[in-house]
């Protein structure tokens, strides 16, 4: 998923930005490739990651709902709020995994340009 020449996609980066990003040529920089095959692995990866999360969730539900004579209504109670409270708290790293994962999948296969948005310092860069 990473072209085999980093340096050279930094380059063709700084023709399609039309700009030099700061510290482009350290190694902290890192190019993705953007093909095709790409987006395809990572539609995949999300598929099989929510079609998980989804059945999980439901199932969960189900379990929590089912009926049983030897269980209490305040244990039941208890197992609800805390099924509820553990899957409020397993969707909030999950939103923000998931939502910069979509914005970058989106932003490279529709060519839109952030020209600018994260660079925080205005001046002009130069290799």
Known sequence: MS???QYTA????IELLECI???IFTSCAFIMDTTLRTAWFLAAIAVIV???VAF???HGIYVVNQQSS????ATKTLQK???YNLCAQTSIPMVFLCVPLVSVVWLTNTRSSMRGLFILQPEKYQI
């Open 3 to 5: 072209p085999t020449d």
């Open 10 to 13: 930094k380059l063709k980066t």
């Open 21 to 23: 990003p700061p510290r």
């Open 50 to 52: 929510i079609s998980e």
């Open 56 to 58: 999980f969730f439901f």
């Open 70 to 73: 030897h269980v209490s209504k």
């Open 81 to 83: 709020f805390f099924f």
